[in-house]
């Protein structure tokens, strides 16, 4: 490792609750080749300017920094981490990232329209598992959704990682009234024939054009309830900090997982922090608060003083995301913005 963190400063990123974070998700960018309705209004965001973008020495100082102070695992998110130009070698830099408890886990969430070019070399590079959007297998409602016919293209995306030797790869599914959720069976039959594991999501108020509602959101249950008409399911115990409730189907050895963060939330056993592709960092998904990393790194900040805002930022984080609490207010940012 080359940065130079003190040892006082070295411990593990705890808040005042008691959790310890060890999962980075670090956004390579705003940008997306889709434009997904629970995600951003048909015309797009404006895009973060290209000098706010973390360049890649200042991405891999972070995730230095990070791995002194615990982190284990960086998921590289977007907007779509795969439009960045230099993806193979950020992930090359990454994995090459040594912390306190060995060489960092590098993995990514992507909508996989690139990687039937990618795929092997991502491999190659050291990524070790993948996370493909795909909220539906039907063309007209995947075009009608993304604003983009590009199923086609999605599946054979899905292919290549599987030609590429992923393992595991996970399917994530935003459920939607009136839109996908007619389908859920058919997702799970999808995932399961090919050894793919599917993950039902909550719609979460995240979008761009503030229009979550959470009267039409298909709540966890009823995502259950849907899947349960055809499949048998067995809850898996030993969740821990994982988002996802896991399910066995049909006595194994598949599984389902359901993050239902509206529902049922899972803030007591977060372990998650956020570095935005502009290089904020965030504490939860839905802060309305960031602290500025870039801004200290770019300002001659050290080592240790990016290792002690990382602190700061992590004390600083909340019971739990309040979405249900009357003075909840939607983040400023949308998802494509803040990265998964």
């Not at 020495?57 to 590289?76: K, P, T, Y």
């Not at 994995?95 to 990514?108: C, H, N, R």
């Not at 002690?308 to 995301?321: D, E, F, N, S």
Request: negative net charge; proline residues 5%; glycine residues 10%.
């Amino acid at each position: 490792m080359s940065v130079q963190v003190s040892e006082g400063l070295r411990g593990p990123l705890v808040d005042r609750h008691g959790r310890v974070h060890r999962d980075l998700r670090i956004s390579l960018t705003d940008v997306c080749n889709l434009r997904c309705t629970y995600c951003m209004p048909a015309e797009g965001v404006p895009w973060l300017a290209r000098e706010n973008i973390l360049t890649t020495d200042e991405l891999v100082r972070a995730a230095e920094i990070a791995a002194a102070l615990g982190i284990v695992e960086v998921r590289l998110t977007g907007g779509e981490p795969l439009l960045r130009p230099d993806v193979v070698d950020v992930v090359a830099r990454m994995a090459a990232i040594e912390g306190e408890q060995g060489p960092l886990e590098v993995s990514m969430t992507t909508n996989a329209l690139r990687l039937p070019t990618l795929a092997g070399r991502l491999k190659d590079a050291g990524l070790t598992r993948l996370n493909i959007s795909l909220d539906t297998l039907q063309r007209e409602v995947f075009h009608s959704l993304t604003r983009r016919d590009r199923l086609d293209d999605t599946l054979e995306g899905i292919d290549a990682a599987i030609a590429a030797g992923f393992a595991p790869i996970k399917l994530n599914a935003v459920a939607m009234r009136g839109v996908n959720d007619g389908e859920l069976t058919d997702l799970l039959r999808y995932a399961v024939e090919r050894g793919l594991e599917l993950r039902f999501i909550e719609q979460m108020p995240l979008d761009a054009g503030h229009v979550w509602s959470r009267p039409e959101m298909v709540t966890g249950e009823e995502i259950l309830d849907a899947l349960a008409q055809e499949f048998m399911l067995t809850e898996l115990p030993g969740r821990g900090a994982a988002p996802a409730e896991r399910f066995q189907v049909d006595g194994g050895p598949s599984t389902v997982g359901v993050i239902a963060s509206v529902t049922r939330p899972f803030c007591g056993a977060c372990d998650r922090v956020r570095l935005t592709a502009d290089g904020q960092l965030r504490n939860c998904l839905f802060a309305r608060t960031e602290s500025d990393l870039a801004g200290l790194m770019r300002g001659g900040g050290t080592d240790d003083d990016l290792a002690q805002l990382m602190h700061t930022c992590i004390v600083g984080k909340l019971p739990g995301h309040g979405i249900d609490e009357p003075g909840f207010l939607q983040p400023d940012r949308p998802m494509s913005a803040i990265g998964g």
